[in-house]
């Protein structure tokens, strides 16, 4: 196993913990080996992603789906824009540490890389969407 790949098996475990295990996308509990399988999401997507964050808690998900074709998982790679206004996927040239991220109950999260994450308060939320906006 590379330097690369060991790190990313090292994170895994923290990324499902730090959302207590459920898919973040739909809230399906994936804890052990029940359908539909579970896998680790990579945010911006591993080939365009910056190596100092690829692997980082800040860029990682842990969804429903064995792979990238199946579950919520498969879902994000087929529904790009949307995935991308949810913060599951981040564009490449966009630092994934400050990208949120919403949950399956609506949250915002800011994920760090010691593997936390940070609720978003409503007034932040409210920031985001008008600044989208006057972005757009
Ligand atoms: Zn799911």
Redesign the pocket.
Known sequence: MNKANAEFERVKPMVAARQGWH?L????NTHGDAW?GHSTHHRQLRRHCDPTYRHSPANLVR???VDNST??HGWVHTHVPEAERFGYIVPSGMDPRLVPVMDWRGDWWWLSEDGTARRLSQIEVIRMGINRKESE
């Open positions: 898919c996308l739909c809230g399906t539909p969804l429903c789906g579950g919520c």
